[in-house]
């Protein structure tokens, strides 16, 4: 880690293919993710694991956007590396799991 990721204040949601989503903003930082809300929730998500019909979206893909809160210095174990997100899927020492920036790893 180079520097520390502190996870956003709201709850993670996981969307199944079929599910049927909302969709919102693009974010202005990461470009590939659209927010989305469901009855459980809303949350950031790769626009590419939808199939957008005006406003709301089939999901196409299963996605949990749960994100890992990390040290600086810490080390992870990385499960999943979405380059085109500029994301990865990690898990830290005490088996947590979430995604976690690339631009706040470092890689060896």
């Known amino acids: 880690m180079l520097v520390a990721h502190d996870v956003p204040e709201r709850s993670a949601i996981r969307i199944e293919p079929g599910d049927q989503v909302e969709v919102g903003?693009?974010?202005?930082?990461?470009?590939?993710?659209?927010?989305?809300?469901?009855a459980a929730g809303g949350g950031w998500v790769p626009?590419?694991?939808?199939?957008?019909?005006?406003?709301?979206?089939?999901?196409?893909?299963?996605?949990?956007?749960?994100?890992?809160?990390?040290?600086?210095?810490?080390?992870?174990?990385?499960?999943?590396?979405?380059?085109?997100?500029?994301?990865?899927?990690c898990r830290n020492s005490a088996g947590s799991e979430?995604?976690?920036?690339?631009?706040t790893l470092e890689w060896r």
């Open 47 to 89: 626009a590419r694991h939808l199939l957008h019909a005006g406003g709301r979206a089939t999901v196409l893909t299963a996605y949990d956007t749960t994100e890992l809160s990390t040290t600086a210095g810490e080390r992870l174990e990385v499960i999943v590396r979405d380059r085109r997100s500029g994301w990865t899927w």
């Open 25 to 38: 903003d693009t974010d202005s930082d990461w470009p590939e993710f659209v927010f989305v809300t469901t």
């Open 98 to 103: 979430g995604w976690v920036p690339d631009r």
